[in-house]
């Protein structure tokens, strides 16, 4: 039983279904970049209070195996996950291609949706695809792939 972190590539998905933490997962306590990037994830989800859900883990078996998956944040009436990074990169956009969006499909249906919120953005960020709102992101979200939520910490969401 292996804990995902944005490594595997779902393959023949067989079945997908929402946990609790798994008790073969260790707690960490992140220090550093992490520590900061945990505190941005936890500004998010208070941004959200109240329109989903923080943290939700996943048990799913594909042809790789049996795994575990924890989204960052689940909007539930949207059917979106929220992937946060402190920088956005290419690689959360890979993530949400190659294991939320096909477990949370599996799960929810076939309109689930995933958006990058990211507080900083570099040179490589797609500027076509970056949002400064929530509910921009969301029709975005619907209309053209992935896009970046840009959220600088401060305000609403």
């Known amino acids: 039983m292996a804990a995902t972190r944005g490594k595997r590539k779902i393959a023949g998905l067989r079945w997908a279904k929402p946990c609790v933490r ?8 992140p220090r550093g970049v992490r520590a900061l990037g945990k505190r941005y994830e936890a500004a998010v989800a208070k941004q959200l209070t109240g329109k989903g859900v923080a943290g939700q883990w996943f048990e799913f078996e594909d042809d790789n195996g049996h795994g575990y998956c924890q989204v960052d944040f689940l909007l539930e009436e949207e059917k979106t996950v929220l992937e946060v990074k402190l920088t956005e990169v290419e690689a959360a956009r890979q993530e949400l291609s190659d294991l939320y969006l096909p477990v949370l499909r599996h799960v929810y249906g076939p309109h689930v949706r995933g958006i990058v919120v990211a507080r900083h953005l570099t040179r490589e960020t797609d500027l076509a695809r970056v949002c400064d709102s929530l509910p921009l992101a969301l029709i975005v979200a619907r209309t053209r792939g ?12």
């Open 22 to 29: 798994p008790k073969c997962i260790p707690r960490s306590r």
């Open 146 to 157: 992935i896009p970046t939520l840009h959220w600088i910490g401060k305000g609403p969401l």
